[in-house]
Structure formats: C-alpha cells, structure tokens
Nanobody, 118 residues
Framework: QVQLVESGGGLVQAGGSLRLSCAAS????????MAWYRQAPGKQRELVAA???????NYADSVKGRFTISRDNAENTVYLQMNSLKAEDTGVYYC????????????WGQGTQVTVSS
C-alpha cells in the first residue's frame, strides 16, 4: 500500500522558515521523482519544486533562492526547506511521486497547511 505522509506545516510570520517532510512507503522511493505542489485558496495547484532519482532539481520561479528540495533515500523521505516566507506562500502543500523524470505524478499525499502571516 503506497502512502505519502506530509508533516511540518503550520503558522509562521513573514520572513520566517519552515521545513516540510514527506515520508513515503510502499514504493521504490529511490527510483522515483518526488515533488512538492501547493494550492492557495481559489487558485490551481502548482508545482513548487521537484527532485529526480538522480538528484536533479527544478523550482518554480517564485520560490527560487528561497526554497530547497532534498531527499534522503535511506529514510524514504523528501524535504522542502522554506526560507524567507511570504504571505503568497500560504496554501496547502502536497507531496507527489512519479515514475517519470518529468510529470506523471501518480501518488499524492493528503497535504499540510502552511500559513504565512504578514
């Protein structure tokens, strides 16, 4: 049974930091691309950051230089370090997994709320 369980969300002031974690089980984690998406109220879900099985990363322009995605294959966990948070970073953050290098996310977590107060 595949599971992606996010944690680490919460309420933080603008300029602060949070680290999200996503623990995966029931999959060949090290072979899969992992990503973080977010959905703000009234907006479509958007890709925030992704990391391939080989460690290549890509980021949304809005978070470049502030967010860092990383993975620990020994722990089957992917992280999102978020620094210099802004009010527009508020939303539900979802962990996703894909067997492909780009796109094709077939497993999703339940989401964790991040709220940045200005």
């Amino acid at each position: 049974q595949v599971q992606l369980v996010e944690s680490g969300g919460g309420l933080v002031q603008a300029g602060g930091s949070l680290r999200l974690s996503c623990a995966a089980s029931g999959m060949a984690f090290s072979l899969r691309t992992m990503a973080w998406y977010r959905q703000a109220p009234g907006k479509q879900r958007e890709l925030v950051a992704a990391i391939t099985s080989g460690g290549s990363t890509n980021y949304a322009d809005s978070v470049k230089g502030r967010f860092t995605i990383s993975r620990d294959n020994a722990e089957n966990t992917v992280y999102l370090q978020m620094n210099s948070l802004k009010a527009e970073d508020t939303g539900v953050y979802y962990c996703a997994s894909s067997p492909r290098r780009l796109g094709g996310y077939d497993y999703w977590g339940q989401g964790t709320q991040v709220t940045v107060s200005s």
